[in-house]
C-alpha cells in the first residue's frame, strides 16, 4: 500500500531539507512549501515543491486542493534569538500568527496531524539538568516565547478539533547529512560548530568565546548538540506514531551529554588540522551555563536512538560539508 503525502513547511531550509531526504527514502511522498526567504531551493533533494508562503491563505487552499495531504511537518518559523529580541513582532507574526493561518487552512482541508519542530529555549535559565519535558517553561527571549505560544496552541486547538501533534523540543542542532548533499547554511550564520568551521576553511579569521568563567570544567558554556540525521529520524517516527493513531505527544531531542566551547573548537582543530585562532570576549546576556537534554521520553516511547553520539562524529559531517561548501 502506498503511503500518504506529507507536507513539509520551510523544507528549503537546514533541518526542513534533511527532513524530506528522510522521508523521501522512507518512500513518502513529499511536498515542500517554501517562501525561500531563508531557504535554499538549490538544497532540496527532491520531492514536490511549491514556492509559497504558510501566511498566505491562498497558497494554502491551493496546495491542499492539489495534494491529498495526511500530515504537516512544520520547520519554516524564524529561529534566531538575537533578531528576535530586536525585532519581536516579525517573530509573532511569522512563528504565531502564520502558524494560526497554517491550522486553519489545515482545517478546512481536514488535514488531521501535525509535527512541530519546537526548541529548548522554551525552558528559559534552566533550574536543573539534565532538562526533562516537565521542567518549567520560561522562556527568556521572543524566540522561544512565540514556540511556547505554538505549543500551547496546538494543545488548545487539538482539545476543540481533535488533530493529532507530536512537539519536539531540540537542543543544538548540528552536522550535517553522511551523503555529503546537504547541510547547514545560514545568513547570517549564528551557530558554534559552523562558525568555527568557517575559520578553518578561511572564511573566518577567528572565533569568538563569549565567557570563560562559567561555574563549568573549563569556564566556558556546555552544550547539548544532536545530529540534523538524529533530529529527523526522531520527527520521522513522531510521524509514524500518529499516522498509527498514537495521540498527542511533546519530546526532548539530545545526546544527554554536554560540550563545552572549548571541547568544540578543540575538536574542530583535530578534525581539520587548522589552528583556529579563539579570541575571549565578554559573556552574551542570557547564555545559561549549562543546557543538557533528558531525552528519555522518546527514547522509551518510540524507540529512539541517536546514531552521531560522539561530537568528533557530528563536527566531521559538518566538516566535510563545509569543505564542498567553500569549494
Not at 33 to 39: A, E, F, H, M
Not at 179 to 205: C, D, F, N, Y
Not at 216 to 229: A, E, N, Q
Request: glycine fraction near 10%; proline fraction near 6%; aromatic fraction near 8%.
Amino acid at each position: 500500500m502506498s503511503k500518504p503525502v506529507i507536507l513539509v513547511v520551510g523544507g528549503a531550509g537546514y533541518i526542513g531539507s534533511h527532513m524530506v531526504m528522510d522521508l523521501l527514502r522512507a518512500d513518502y511522498p513529499v511536498v515542500t512549501l517554501d517562501n525561500l526567504s531563508r531557504g535554499h531551493r538549490e538544497l532540496l533533494p527532491g520531492g514536490d515543491f511549491i514556492a509559497g508562503d504558510m501566511g498566505n491563505p491562498d497558497d494554502l487552499r491551493e496546495l491542499f486542493s492539489n495534494y491529498p495531504v495526511r500530515a504537516v511537518m512544520h520547520f519554516a518559523a524564524h529561529s534566531q534569538v538575537g533578531e528576535s529580541v530586536e525585532q519581536p513582532l516579525m517573530y509573532y507574526r511569522n512563528n504565531v500568527a502564520n502558524t494560526i493561518t497554517l491550522l486553519e487552512a489545515m482545517q478546512e482541508a481536514g488535514v488531521r496531524h501535525f509535527i512541530f519542530s519546537s526548541t529548548a529555549a522554551v525552558y528559559g535559565e534552566p533550574l536543573q539538568v539534565p532538562i526533562t519535558e516537565t521542567h518549567p517553561q520560561q522562556p527568556t527571549n521572543p524566540y522561544g516565547a512565540t514556540k511556547l505560544a505554538v505549543e500551547r496552541l496546538l494543545a488548545d486547538y487539538s482539545q476543540a478539533s481533535g488533530m493529532t501533534y507530536s512537539v519536539l523540543r531540540y537542543f543544538n542542532a548540528a552536522g550535517a547529512d553522511a551523503s555529503g548533499q546537504l547541510g547547514e547554511r545560514h545568513q547570517p550564520e549564528t551557530h558554534l560548530i559552523p562558525l568555527v568551521l568557517q575559520v578553518a576553511t578561511g572564511e573566518r579569521a577567528s572565533i569568538r568565546i563569549y565567557g570563560e568563567d562559567y561555574p563549568t570544567p573549563d569556564g566556558t558554556c556546555l552544550r547539548d548538540y544532536i545530529h540534523v540525521s538524529d533530529l529527523t529520524s526522531a520527527h520521522l517516527l513522531a510521524l509514524e506514531a500518529l499516522l498509527g493513531g498514537a495521540g498527542n505527544s511533546t519530546y526532548n531531542l539530545g545526546n544527554s551529554t554536554g560540550y563545552s566551547v572549548k571541547q568544540i573548537i578543540d575538536t574542530a582543530r583535530a578534525i581539520t588540522g587548522h589552528p583556529i585562532p579563539a579570541l575571549t570576549a565578554p559573556r552574551r546576556a542570557g547564555d545559561p551555563a549549562v543546557l543538557i537534554a533528558d531525552s528519555g521520553k522518546i527514547r522509551r516511547e518510540l524507540g529512539w536512538q541517536p546514531g552521531y553520539e560522539a561530537i568528533d562524529a557530528i563536527i566531521r559531517t559538518a566538516w566535510d560539508w563545509h569543505q564542498r561548501e567553500a569549494g
